[in-house]
């Protein structure tokens, strides 16, 4: 919002630099200080950040729209029991509580017949991320993989969740292979981002370094259908190579697009 | 028979071994309290203090937290201690080290020579019985001055890092970011991109357009993309005009294991970079990052707590005669530090003990959405530091760092510390920013209204 004129606000004579960058440059100032509207706009994304943090999951309403597709859903809790002490121990995050055990081992396919891919939706640290991109995504991805070619896991609902929980949930599952669609840490301009991880074999310990990861995932980032494309690809790949991790990604990364930068810009084109 | 024991009213808290003791006695934090090894009350952390407090200072020579033959960084501490300067403290107990530091003998020439006679887990310890007044005090009066194109650490000044960060390397993004910094003043300390690639082109072409707007402009400071060292070596050898090598670094061998570093190819980036000889009024060309809970969270810490290994890190840092090291004290998450509380005491103890042992510390203060912290927790300990004589914050538009997703200092906020506390930029950086008409003439820190000549015609292209 434009100060009107005849307020103590000193602008910056660089606010056109803005079209260059999502950072918040030429801000102006009140004395050498931040202006009253820049300081309240910066407090609302940081409150909307942090409620994404603190926001808990809406299980009921998730599971209701799952169920209405016809999907098989069931909910799981990690073994920390509140946020509080989910954000101070990550280790409790990363493994199923009992109950939710139990419940997953019901549901496990045989030793023999196991599943391909469990599906998880994680709220990790921004339930928005799952409530927002999570239904999309699924509805994107899920046509992608028919059967017989694919034998999914019923879908699983994780909360207090880290991703390694996903290792736990699929051993406990007999899935061969994880795809936890998980919160992001929000940052100051993206509170509802939602991250991939996929992994083959997971077992407990598995390392990040045996994953592969598409972050990212909303509205003003990474296209849902772009998404789904390259995690198709990576499934595919997964189970032809049976392996995931850094030598699936060197394949999918292309830094030539970078490369095609020009390696000039305003302050150099201009004489002096 | 643990050999650590003290006796409050009659109940005997004892302490298996030397970093047992050092961890109990830590103020509390989320870190420890999740390896397991912090204090299990408030009684038995003060019966480790106290218990701290008589232990002499030359304990730490004789028994290490980790062992010798296991660990780098414990045989760089050792081997390298300076026993002559450590002569001037050596008679001395845990409790009487601080007292004297407090002291009017310790003034900052004796600090000055006492700093290779220490070791971090002596700062460490010391600072564990230290309040928030003594951290400040102490750092106050110690001054550790390094160079490149600039002057770093000079008495009533402090730096800023110009950090325009851009999520996909955009050249004109991180160029807005720069012009930005510049006309609020910023980035003496460095002109200092973190990449969102590590691919060795994307550096070059960063590093190429760096150097070519210090160059245009004429800014007496330095520039460092913060990239792995291994990839600014290979750039360094494709002809990169590189600065400052810069590397994360942390307090034990295994943890640096886990950063892909060891101290041999840290002294290989230095001597790359020393080779190209680009400083003009001094040689530091090292800039290191580090943190607390950065051994834990690679599982590298063997049962020493965080702020101990934090410590160490400034060994492995003051080896290699760094222009700028930073604490980034509250990036690594509310599992190590839990909220602003916490967060601002680390801050000030990084500060402190980096001081104390001869590293030029700057602080990156800063906080993730997942913390209990906000503006105000960054005001209080960028006014903490600032009064303790930090050598240099980070500068961000706006505090929003759009690349890594987290809060930092803002070139608002280092104008404000200016303005309350009557700081000044370096020396040279200072004279450029009057001189090309970002300060005005004359005045002192005032900012001028219209864009000097230089810039505004770069930016009439734009239109």
Known sequence: ?272 | MPRYAHTVDGKRYRFADLKSLLAKATPARSGDQLAGIAAGSDEERVAARMALAELPLATFLDEVPIPYEQDEVTRLIIDEHDKTAFAAVSHLTVGDFRNWLLSEAADEAALAALAPGLTPEMAAAVSKIMRVQDLILVAKKCRVVTAFRNTIGLAGRMATRLQPNHPTDDPAGVAASIVDGLMYGCGDAVIGVNPASDNVHTVTTLLRMLDAIIAKYRIPTQACVLTHVTTTIEAIGRGAPVDLVFQSIAGTESANAGFGINLALLAEGRDAALSLRRGTVGNHVMYFETGQGSALSANAHHGVDQQTCEARAYAVARKFKPLLVNTVVGFIGPEYLYDGKQITRAGLEDHFCGKLLGVPMGCDVCYTNHAEADQDDMDALLTLLASAGVNYVMGVPGSDDVMLNYQSTSFHDALYIRQVLGLRPAPEFEAWLRDIGIFVPGEALALTQDLPAPFRHALAKLD
């Open chain 1, 1 to 272: 919002m434009d100060e009107p004129a005849d307020t103590p606000v000193i602008p910056d004579a660089w606010a056109k630099l803005r079209r260059f960058t999502p950072a918040r440059i030429a801000l102006g100032r009140a004395g050498t200080s931040l202006p009253t509207q820049a300081q309240l706009d910066f407090q609302l994304a940081h409150a909307r950040a942090r409620d994404a943090v603190h926001h808990p999951l809406a299980t009921d309403v998730l599971r209701a729209a799952l169920a209405q597709r016809g999907h098989t859903v069931t909910t799981v809790h990690s073994a920390a029991p509140d946020r509080q002490t989910y954000l101070q121990r990550p280790d409790l995050g990363r493994r199923l509580d009992e109950t939710s055990r139990a419940t997953l081992a019901a549901l496990s396919a045989a030793d023999d017949a196991p599943f391909d891919v469990a599906f998880i939706l994680a709220d990790g640290l921004s339930a928005f991320a799952i409530e927002q991109n999570a239904l999309p995504f699924l509805d994107a991805m899920l046509p992608r993989l028919p059967a017989p070619a694919w034998k999914l896991a019923p879908l699983v609902i994780a909360t207090q969740s880290r991703v390694a929980l996903g290792d736990d949930i699929a051993v406990t599952l007999h899935a061969r292979m994880v795809a936890i669609l998980i919160g992001e840490r929000p940052g100051l301009s993206s509170p509802d981002s939602l991250g991939i991880y996929l992994t083959w074999q997971p077992r407990i310990g598995t390392t990040d370094a045996q994953r592969n990861c598409i972050s990212n995932i909303r509205r003003e980032g990474l296209d849902i259908d772009v998404a789904a494309d390259k995690l198709l690809w990576l499934m595919n790949e997964a189970r032809s190579r049976q392996l995931s991790g850094v030598s699936l990604k060197d394949d999918t990364q292309t830094p030539e697009e970078r490369l095609a930068t020009p390696a000039t810009n305003f302050l150099l084109d201009s004489r002096p």
